[in-house]
Nanobody
Framework: VEVVESGGKAVQTGGSLRLSCVVS????????LGWYRQGPGTQREAVAT???????MYSDSVKGRFVISRDNAKETAYLQMYNLRPRDTGVYYC????????????????WGQGTQVTVSS
């Protein structure tokens, strides 16, 4: 399974971006997908998730500004970001959870290498 993110770039405050995440291999429809980010000097945090059935969740910091979606036919997840702020700066990672769990209760998962988003004031 390969996870590849794209779409990150430098934008100004108030700008918009759309990130893409292509997941190759496995059964895409079964994946629980998520976008995470890691800013300078911070830990990786969850931004938005979309389960295989389509339900979504957002962190409070992006609710109302970001929209996560998926196109199963294209095996791609998206993160549409509006009204970007400097604190949105970071490396954005895509995670694909298989929906299968180990005996320890941890979901098997795949991660991409990340795409850089920089928001300047």
């Amino acid at each position: 399974v390969e996870v590849v993110e794209s779409g990150g770039k430098a934008v100004q405050t108030g700008g918009s971006l759309r990130l893409s995440c292509v997941v190759s291999g496995g059964i895409f429809d079964d994946y629980n997908l998520g976008w995470y980010r890691q800013g300078p000097g911070t830990q990786r945090e969850a931004v938005a998730t979309i389960r295989s059935g389509g339900s979504t969740m957002y962190s409070d910091s992006v609710k109302g500004r970001f929209v996560i979606s998926r196109d199963n036919a294209k095996e791609t997840a998206y993160l549409q970001m509006y009204n970007l702020r400097p604190r949105d700066t970071g490396v954005y990672y895509c995670r694909a959870g298989t929906g299968q769990y180990s005996l320890g209760g941890r979901e098997y998962e795949y991660w991409g290498q990340g795409t850089q988003v920089t928001v300047s004031s």
